[in-house]
């Protein structure tokens, strides 16, 4: 089992970044696949980026490729999510998600454990 901390979110205005980090506590996290999924209000939770265990291999939603940057720190049981030109559009609640030996989930039934969320509110 392993609990998830997320951390990093605010309020932030149109075109700032901001990075997010997830700690994760308990056995073997380097054989989990990481990701974030975020939900506005109103809407369903969506993928937004995750990253293998096995070949740290990254896949990022449509909507954030090249703003957006998963990494993983196995030493320090820790995976972040670097947000760069933030849109009003990425206004959601950010959750941290962990798939114990898998590959990367785009929905949200393939996460094992969820973090609490963080928010994010980007003001245009």
């Known amino acids: 089992q392993v609990q998830l901390v997320e951390s990093g979110g605010g309020l932030v205005q149109a075109g700032a970044s901001l990075r997010l980090s997830c700690a994760a506590s308990g056995r073997a996290f380097s054989r989990y696949a990481m990701g974030w999924l975020r939900q506005a209000p109103g809407k369903e939770r969506e993928f937004v980026a995750g990253?293998?265990?096995?070949?740290?291999?990254?896949y990022y939603a449509d909507s954030v490729k090249g703003r957006f940057t998963i990494s993983r720190d196995n030493a320090k049981n820790t995976v972040y999510l670097k947000m760069n030109s933030l849109r009003p559009e990425d206004t959601a609640v950010y959750y941290c998600?962990?798939?114990?030996?898998?590959?990367?989930?785009?929905?949200?039934?393939?996460?094992?454990?969820w973090g609490q969320g963080t928010q994010v509110t980007v003001s245009s």
């Open positions: 998600a962990a798939a114990y030996n898998s590959d990367v989930a785009t929905t949200t039934k393939g996460y094992d454990y």
């Open positions: 990253i293998n265990w096995s070949d740290q291999n990254t």
